[in-house]
Nanobody, 127 residues
Framework: QLQLVESGGGLVQPGGSLTLSCGIS????????LGWFHQAPGQEREEVAC????????EYTESVRGRFTISRDNGKKAMYLRVNSLRPEDTAVYYC????????????????????WGQGTQVTVTA
């Protein structure tokens, strides 16, 4: 059973930075794409970024491009999201997600494309 655990959220001032982590366990051989999503109060869960199984392919939603960086370390079974220049509108619960796939060089930006989810970590941006 593939399990995901997020960490690294917190309270930060506008313009600040955080690094979110996602620990992955219970996965054997094969490919799995990963993604970060966020959900603000009263809003639907939305895509933030995704990364292919190899880590070579990444995609970002327009609002975070240039500020957020997704990465993964397959040896450590972990994924990261470096979030810079934080804005109040980035306040949300951030979730990591995994999709088992047969395609090594593809990532996915839709919530419906993911099979496994973590419990989330809260990021609050406020002065």
């Amino acid at each position: 059973q593939l399990q995901l655990v997020e960490s690294g959220g917190g309270l930060v001032q506008p313009g600040g930075s955080l690094t979110l982590s996602c620990g992955i366990s219970g996965f054997g051989l094969g490919y799995y794409a990963l993604g970060w999503f966020h959900q603000a109060p009263g809003q639907e869960r939305e895509e933030v970024a995704c990364i292919s199984s190899s880590g070579k392919i990444t995609e970002y939603t327009e609002s975070v491009r240039g500020r957020f960086t997704i990465s993964r370390d397959n040896g450590k079974k972990a994924m990261y999201l470096r979030v810079n220049s934080l804005r109040p509108e980035d306040t949300a619960v951030y979730y990591c997600a995994a999709r088992i796939t047969t395609i090594e060089e593809k990532c996915y930006m839709e919530t419906a494309e993911y099979d496994h989810w973590g419990q989330g970590t809260q990021v609050t941006v406020t002065a």
